[in-house]
C-alpha cells in the first residue's frame, strides 16, 4: 500500500462523536477548498457505519459550499428509514455551523434479479498504459502541484490527457483507474467509498473537453454540483475498473456528465451523473479556441 492510500484510509477511518454525529479529517497538503470526492466519501462512510445491514446501492448528494480544508468536518446522520430490504439515510456535512454537502444513500439486501446491462466498450489492456505520473512528468509547468503529488489512486488514461491540447475535444472520455495498493476483501463499505472518492477525480473532465479552457484559467470557474451514484454490483476498488464517462450537454453555465464503471470481466459495478458549474467570468481571457465564452 501507497502512503497516499494508507492516508486516504485513515480519512475514511472517520471518528465517532456522538450517536449518529461522525468528524472527518483531512490530508496534509494545501488546497483552498475541499476535494468533493474525500466529502462525499466520508459522508457515504458515516452513512455506512449506522447501517445493520444491505450494502449501499445509491447515494445522491450536493455540494452546497466550499469546504475549509483547514478545518475537520462534522458529518450528521439522520436515520430515516430501517426497512426489511431497504434502509435510507440523510447525512449532512458541517463547517463553522453551516451545511457545505448534504446526501442521501440508500442500501439494499442482494435478492434475485433480472438481469441485463450494456457491454463494457473496448479498451486497451490497463497494464499497457502508462501512469498518470509518469505522463504527467512531460507535461512540465501546466498544472498545479496538486495533480503532481502521489495519489491514492492509480489512473491510466486511454489516449490524450483530458487537458492536452492534442485532444479532439470529443466530449467523453476513458481511463483505468483502481486504489494503489490492497484493501481488506471483506469490507464493501469501504470499496465503495474508495470507489466514490475516485470517481470525482476525473467525471468532470469530460464537460470541459470540447473546450480549451482549463481548470486552472482565472477567466473560467468550474466546481462540481451534484453527484449521484447507483452501485450495481459489489465492486473492488483495488481491481482495474473502465470508467467510460461522457458529456451530453453544456448550457447555461451547467454541465452534465455521466459515467460507467466496468470490471476487468465486462460486468457494469456502477453507474454515475454529476452537474457541474461551468462559469465563464471574463471571456475576455479566454484561450485561443475556447468553447463556452458565448
Known sequence: MTAALDELLDLLDI???????FRGQHPHEERQRTFGGQVAAQALMAAGRTVAHGRVHSLHSYFLRPGDPTLPILYEVDRIRDGRSFTTRRVVAVQR??????????????EPSLEHQFPMPAAPDPESLA????RLADEPGILDAW????HPIDQRYIGELPWSPLRDREPRQRLWFRADGDLPAQDPLLHACVVTYASDLSLFDAIIAPHAWRWDDS???GASLDHCMWFHRPVHADHWLLYDTDSPIAHGARG?????LFDQDGALCVSMVQEGLVRVVDPARAPSGAGGAQ
Open 131 to 134: 501512469p498518470l505520473a509518469e
Open 15 to 21: 471518528e465517532t462523536i456522538e450517536v449518529n454525529t
Open 256 to 260: 452534465l456528465a455521466r459515467g460507467f
Open 219 to 221: 477567466g473560467f470557474m
Open 97 to 110: 455551523g453551516q451545511a457545505i454537502f448534504n446526501l442521501e444513500a440508500s442500501f439494499h439486501d442482494d
Open 147 to 150: 495533480f503532481r503529488r502521489q
